[in-house]
């Protein structure tokens, strides 16, 4: 247990469903990231929230829509999605902006793996 | 654009061997993090380490920034090593904005 929840941890849909992911940080952090992992391409960052506010959007489909309704809290909601988007989506969170140990770490959720069928 | 490249891509060991990891990246970074990614798919933090050397037990890591590379040290590798070794870099922006590289698949072997 990282002190990151991602839930649902599996998820099957259709191209016309609407679906969400839910994180949860309880680790006290003031930034929160979604992380997109696809068979093939490494890593990608996708969304970046800084206290609740979206600082970077990492020209993410609108397919695709984050929501942080506070710091400890992220969602992703999908909407009309393909076959490619078919994915392990992470997210992660952090200290980020002041010093000391531990700062700018990143924390990562075990991961909702999605198919789109 | 901006480049991470780890290698080896691929690497068996037998338990009880060491190994290093590579990572070169293409310009100056404001941190360098590892990673490793285990079978289930989980992610952990093993070093925050923009420059210099830190250790954590068997592990150990080391950034030569102004030469772009990060080593990543495995001393008496056991099964439970096994996974992806990821390193990723922040250019700029928030500092968890990371530019990853493709990993490291290492399989230890008992």
């Known amino acids: 247990e990282t002190g990151v929840t991602q839930t649902p941890r599996h998820l099957v849909m259709g191209m016309t469903n609407k679906k969400s992911l839910k994180c949860e940080q309880h680790?006290?952090?003031?930034?929160m990231y979604w992380y997109k992992q696809s068979a093939k391409k490494p890593l990608e960052l996708m969304f970046v929230y800084n206290f609740k506010e979206q600082t970077e959007n990492n020209s993410v489909p609108s397919r695709f829509s984050p929501e942080c309704p506070n710091s400890s809290h992220l969602f992703l909601h999908l909407h009309t999605l393909q076959p490619e988007d078919s994915a392990l989506y992470l997210c992660?969170?952090?200290?980020?902006?002041?010093?000391?140990?531990?700062?700018?770490?990143?924390?990562f959720g075990a991961g909702s793996r999605l198919t789109v069928l | 654009g901006i480049q991470v490249e780890q290698s080896p891509p691929d690497l068996i060991l037998q338990e009880g061997a060491n190994s290093t990891l590579r990572c070169n990246f293409s310009d100056s970074v404001n941190n360098l993090q590892w990673f490793h990614q285990n079978p289930w798919g989980q992610l952990i933090n093993l070093f925050y380490?923009?420059?210099g050397t830190k250790q954590n037990g068997r592990l150990s890591a080391t950034t030569v920034a102004t030469e772009r590379y990060s080593l990543l040290y495995i001393s008496s590798s056991q099964t439970t090593d096994s996974g992806v070794y990821f390193c990723?870099?922040?250019?700029?922006?928030?500092?968890?904005?990371?530019?990853f590289g493709k990993g490291t698949k290492l399989s230890v072997k008992p």
């Open positions: 380490i923009p420059s």
């Open positions: 680790l006290g952090h003031n930034a």
């Open positions: 990723a870099a922040n250019y700029g922006g928030s500092q968890g904005n990371l530019i």
């Open positions: 992660a969170s952090s200290r980020e902006g002041a010093g000391g140990s531990g700062a700018n770490v990143l924390t």
